[in-house]
């Protein structure tokens, strides 16, 4: 049965879904979801009956619906084990539990659509806004960059030398950062993998400008010459 996933191509947690999607090289459907048009499509009666949170991602496999990135990419690891998005031991696989959800507990949440909408709301102006965002990226970055720098487990990618969970959720949060022209100079241990990752397929084409509903381009791409 093919999968269907209600994804938006600048969601990070739409973006983490694609990733492992490709990874383990299964077919899905993507149906897009403006998070911005005409107030949000996520938040519509028909949307809401399949995910209450009215957000996204949602993967539809049949009649089941499971919301919440890091669950479906658990799921997809259950159902298909290779290749494997998690380490062999019970030690490394909470390390690595631990560092996906510092991105998409701790920093994503702080600056993704719906906040940045709130405050807005609440009257505060775009520079202001910026500032809010980049210092919870900063703060969020620069404790994976120090976790990440000198850990033994480290390889070509964030445990070892295949990509896995970590990873999936770094990209889209570095795509961010690069989109809001932070600097990432502070995060050389962090952009090294970035890049590691920018070159597999399965990355690329999981990436904004790849996608159906695409309205931009890659910030994490070259300067063309």
Not at 49 to 68: F, M, R, S, T
Request: hydrophobic residues 40%.
């Amino acid at each position: 049965m093919k999968l269907k996933l209600s994804s938006y191509w600048r969601s990070s947690a739409a973006f983490r879904v694609r990733i492992a999607l490709n990874l383990k090289d299964m077919e899905y459907e993507v149906i897009p979801v403006h998070l911005l048009k005409n107030g949000g499509e996520q938040m519509s009666n028909a949307y809401g009956e399949k995910n209450p949170n009215h957000l996204v991602p949602l993967l539809e496999e049949g009649d089941h619906h499971i919301h919440q990135s890091l669950a479906i990419i658990e799921y997809l690891d259950e159902i298909q084990a290779e290749p494997p998005l998690l380490p062999k031991s019970a030690l490394d696989r909470a390390w690595v539990r631990s560092l996906a959800m510092d991105i998409a507990c701790d920093i994503h949440p702080m600056n993704n659509v719906r906040v940045l909408r709130y405050l807005k709301k609440l009257d505060i102006g775009n520079e202001a806004r910026d500032v809010w965002y980049q210092h919870w990226i900063q703060l969020g970055l620069a404790s994976l960059e120090k976790q990440l720098a000198n850990d033994q487990r480290v390889g070509r990618f964030t445990c070892g030398d295949e990509p896995g969970l970590v990873d999936i959720c770094l990209v889209p949060q570095l795509f961010n950062a690069l989109s809001s022209k932070m600097d990432v100079s502070p995060y050389p241990a962090l952009m090294r993998i970035f890049h590691e990752c920018m070159k597999l397929p399965a990355f690329i084409d999981a990436s904004w400008e790849k996608q159906i509903d695409a309205e931009g381009s890659n910030p994490a791409a070259p300067p063309q010459e």
